[in-house]
């Protein structure tokens, strides 16, 4: 310290005794010395100054020496250590990271860094400065610039990025670095590509074809694959910055066989269970299964994503990470994110579906991947991360494969060639679905409802599993043990909402389902209770809503085939008990719930608590496409439980609409034969264009050659003048001259054809476009006719529901007067509320 106070003062020269300048002082003494000096080793010294002092003091260095250290930059290229002294200067500025020099100063804020960040790069050629101090070979230069641009970007991004570049092979001299023999260098270039490449697709192309894959995986193998250090981690995130959302990146790794070169890095060592996992070896292990994710994400394009499933096939990359998963020793979080990249990877794809069916764990007796992996999930013990991770790779080992939802299935059948003792899928869902682990029966009842989707088949298939009961009473079917389950008071919320899932996709396009949830004692009545109760609490209300969905999948999917429980008698149960309006109301609650938009977003679970488990993506989507339809339906049955269709209108009313839509249907066969007739007309117009076209190139020809041809004859009988003597051409002969004279008759006389017919065509085209100009105004006021009887006939409809309002209301006041024995009073409608107009016939 007492070294640098000596520097200074030797640059700035002494003070008198007593008297100690602060730092703004200093610091504009040090300013004045960088732009006044002549001499070069005063400028560089009052540089060296100025980075000391700018640790402690930032904000008067930054505030006042910005400017002429800009202007060294500028100035004094030839020499490295002052341009060095600039570049750290800055950098220590900018920078983001808080000093310990500066703990104490109460006048550093936290973004100082990028207010100065603001403020340097507000003229863009300093940017620009600063990428041409890349070239210079010199270590303290090339890495202070590195460095420098890397405080810039962290800081403000987007606009660095939009800086480098519009910046002179910027992208390219950043790629260059990479192969720069000092790693010190290179790796400080990988921080700054990891910064750069952030967010922007463009960046992210360029740095992908300047060969930035081939230059990552040798540095990955010269620093030893997984087993390298923090460089591997830092590649491989460069590695899932290009690739992650970039479909044009996706698609050249995946051509560029650079999977293939992914493969190899997967495979554990012989030792590794002994020798353990290294913190860095996790890091990078966890890198290199998000690069594979990013490759077979579902929200990729579903070209790349297939194409890139089957390289990883190919490869044996599925057969490591399969390896993986049955290893013993793996951390946690490796292992759930292995179950996350091996979903991904057999979501929708057959092959790969089917080999991770065969994978069978190494236990006594062998059993299969995924029964071992459902073992865990029903496990309360485990992590939540890695249960929802079973759950997923689950639903994606089932997604489209038709084979293994029907083989899941087939466990819960009677079979006389099934080992009793031996464990199956169905057995686990059926343990985890009656446990007492709230958790346990929701993953196991969700993971029951992904084998029934888009598979109605199965869903009848499912209603022949019958469950023992005890005490030797007869056994219940599997829908009615969920219809028990869901009715109990000790049965908690969470539990509750995974069966109401299940059974809403079950009796979603099953009428068979329907029918045996009708037949089961005590469901419908529960299910009005719970939307007749008035609950407060928001989960509460999401359980209204999804009873009010699987009561309205009653009414929707109903075959009429049970007596007093056919789609009338459940509509008119909610209006009488529950109202339609309340029933529309409780059925939106799910749509408005959190739950509901975090389940939308994507098929994969994720949650950071057990509570927060509650809705799954298929039955969010499911939901999605019949809510509307089911309050439609709901909304169209009378307080009599009749739908509301135009067969239960009166005669007049009936007649009255079925003019109507008689007159409709005229007007739509009249705007369809307008419609033709119009694009008749357009592509005969098109053809008279081009015959019009080809007829005038015709002419324009002809021209050109009787006027070569009048060249040609007026050119007869010259005189040729040849080295001074006249010598006259002969003249042609007379046959000549008549053939000559004939042609151009031939030629005038083609021509004055050829122009009548160009007149008469352009008649006919004039004549078509009046004709199609008729044709579209006749269309536009049919339309017009068309649209005024819709509203006519919208404003009858409404004038028919008040009429028949009104008689209805009446009916039910003279009702006393028919018990009474008098006679019914007669109600006269007024003029005035006729539901017929007078003006209807004339219109």
């Known amino acids: 310290m007492e070294f640098l106070k000596s520097g200074i003062k030797t640059v700035l020269g002494g003070t008198e005794p007593g008297q100690q300048p602060s730092a703004a002082e200093?610091?504009?003494?040090?300013?004045?010395?960088?732009?006044?000096?002549?001499?070069?080793?005063?400028?560089?010294?009052?540089?060296?100054?100025?980075?000391?002092?700018?640790?402690?003091?930032?904000?008067?260095?930054?505030?006042?020496?910005?400017?002429?250290?800009?202007?060294?930059?500028?100035?004094?290229?030839?020499?490295?250590?002052?341009?060095?002294?600039?570049?750290?200067?800055?950098?220590?500025?900018?920078?983001?990271?808080?000093?310990?020099?500066?703990?104490?100063?109460?006048?550093?804020?936290?973004?100082?860094?990028?207010?100065?960040?603001?403020?340097?790069?507000?003229?863009?050629?300093?940017?620009?400065?600063?990428?041409?101090?890349?070239?210079?070979?010199?270590?303290?230069?090339?890495?202070?610039?590195?460095?420098?641009?890397?405080?810039?970007?962290?800081?403000?991004?987007?606009?660095?990025?939009?800086?480098?570049?519009?910046?002179?092979?910027?992208?390219?001299?950043?790629?260059?670095?990479?192969?720069?023999?000092?790693?010190?260098?290179?790796?400080?270039?990988?921080?700054?590509?990891?910064?750069?490449?952030?967010?922007?697709?463009?960046?992210?192309?360029?740095?992908?074809?300047?060969?930035?894959?081939?230059?990552?995986?040798?540095?990955?193998?010269?620093?030893?694959?997984?087993?390298?250090?923090i460089v591997v981690e830092d590649c491989l995130i460069l590695l899932l910055n290009l690739l992650k959302n970039n479909s044009s990146n996706q698609q050249f790794f995946k051509e560029g066989s650079y999977i293939q070169r992914l493969a190899p890095m997967f495979e554990l060592a012989q030792d590794t269970e002994e020798l353990g996992w290294s913190p860095q070896k996790v890091s990078n292990f966890h890198c290199l299964l998000q690069v594979v994710r990013a490759l077979v994400t579902p929200s990729n394009q579903q070209l790349v994503v297939t194409a890139c499933q089957r390289v990883m096939q190919k490869s044996r990359l599925l057969h490591a990470l399969c390896e993986i998963l049955m290893s013993s020793g793996v951390p946690a979080d490796i292992l759930t994110e292995t179950i996350n990249a091996v979903a991904e990877v057999v979501r929708g794809d057959r092959d790969n579906q089917d080999e991770l069916g065969r994978v069978m764990a190494p236990s006594s007796p062998p059993r299969p991947a995924i029964v071992v992996l459902l073992m865990s999930m029903i496990n309360e013990k485990q992590l939540l991360a890695l249960r929802c991770a079973v759950l997923y790779c689950f639903e994606c080992f089932l997604y489209r494969n038709a084979d293994g939802q029907r083989a899941v299935v087939q466990t819960l059948l009677p079979s006389s060639t099934s080992d009793v003792s031996a464990l199956s899928t169905g057995q686990l869902l059926c343990t985890g679905l009656f446990s007492t682990d709230a958790l346990a029966n929701w993953f196991s009842a969700v993971a029951l409802m992904h084998t029934l989707v888009e598979n109605v088949a199965l869903k009848e298939e499912l209603l022949r599993v019958l469950l023992a009961t005890p005490g030797g009473q007869r056994p219940i079917t599997l829908l009615e043990q969920c219809c028990n389950l869901m009715q109990q008071e000790r049965y908690r919320l969470q539990s509750k909402v995974g069966l109401l899932m299940l059974l809403s996709l079950w009796l979603a396009h099953c009428p068979g389902a329907v029918k045996a949830l009708l037949e089961t004692q005590g469901t419908m009545a529960y299910l009005t209770a719970q939307l007749c109760s008035n609950e407060h609490d928001e989960r509460e209300f999401l359980v209204q809503g999804m009873c009010a969905f699987l009561m309205g999948l009653c009414i929707q999917f109903n075959d009429n085939s049970l007596p007093g429980q056919k789609r009338e008698d459940i509509s008119q149960l909610i209006i009488k008990r529950i109202g339609q309006e309340s029933f529309c109301s409780k059925l939106g609650e799910v749509s408005r719930h959190e739950a509901y938009s975090r389940a939308c977003k994507q098929a994969q679970i994720r949650a950071k608590s057990a509570g927060e488990l509650l809705l799954d993506y298929e039955y969010c989507k499911l939901y999605k496409g019949l809510e509307a339809l089911i309050a439609k339906l709901v909304s169209g049955f009378d307080v009599d439980g009749i739908e509301l269709t135009e067969l239960t209108l009166s005669s007049e009313a009936s007649a009255l609409v079925s003019q109507y839509k008689g007159i409709i249907r005229g007007m739509d066969a009249q705007i369809q034969t307008l419609q033709q007739s119009s694009k008749e007309l357009e592509q005969e117009n098109a053809k008279l264009k081009e015959k019009l076209n080809e007829e005038e190139n015709l002419k324009a020809q002809l021209s050109d050659q009787n006027t070569l041809l009048k060249a040609q004859l007026g050119a007869t009988g010259q005189v040729n003048v040849v080295q001074g003597q006249v010598t006259e051409t002969p003249a042609p002969s007379e046959e000549e001259l008549n053939a000559a004279r004939y042609q151009a008759n031939m030629y005038f006389a083609e021509?004055?054809?050829?122009?009548?017919?160009?007149?008469?065509?352009?008649?006919?085209?004039?004549?078509?476009?009046?004709?199609?100009?008729?044709a579209q105004e006749s269309l536009a006021a049919t339309q017009k006719d068309q649209e005024d009887l819709l509203e006519l006939l919208a404003d009858q409809e409404a004038k028919l529901t008040r009429f028949e309002e009104t008689t209805t209301t009446t009916l039910t006041a003279a009702h006393p007067n028919h018990i009474s024995g008098e006679a019914p009073a007669v109600t006269t409608v007024p003029l005035d509320e006729s539901p017929i107009p007078s003006g209807t016939a004339s219109r």
């Open 26 to 229: 200093t610091v504009e003494k040090l300013v004045d010395r960088v732009y006044s000096s002549t001499l070069l080793e005063d400028r560089r010294d009052a540089c060296r100054a100025l980075k000391a002092l700018s640790r402690k003091y930032r904000i008067e260095v930054g505030a006042q020496g910005m400017p002429p250290l800009v202007q060294v930059l500028q100035n004094d290229g030839q020499d490295a250590e002052i341009i060095s002294y600039a570049l750290d200067t800055l950098c220590n500025v900018v920078t983001s990271e808080e000093f310990d020099e500066e703990a104490d100063n109460p006048t550093v804020s936290v973004n100082v860094g990028e207010q100065f960040t603001e403020m340097f790069i507000k003229t863009p050629e300093h940017v620009t400065l600063v990428m041409g101090y890349l070239d210079e070979y010199d270590f303290r230069v090339r890495r202070a610039a590195i460095q420098l641009i890397t405080s810039l970007i962290s800081n403000k991004t987007r606009e660095l990025q939009d800086l480098v570049l519009v910046s002179p092979m910027g992208v390219s001299k950043l790629m260059d670095l990479l192969t720069d023999s000092r790693e010190v260098i290179r790796n400080d270039v990988l921080l700054l590509l990891i910064e750069l490449t952030k967010g922007n697709s463009n960046i992210q192309k360029i740095v992908a074809f300047e060969n930035a894959f081939d230059r990552l995986f040798e540095i990955v193998r010269e620093e030893g694959c997984s087993d390298g250090g």
């Open 751 to 774: 021509n004055i054809r050829l122009t009548k017919e160009l007149e008469t065509l352009r008649q006919q085209l004039a004549a078509e476009r009046q004709r199609a100009d008729a």
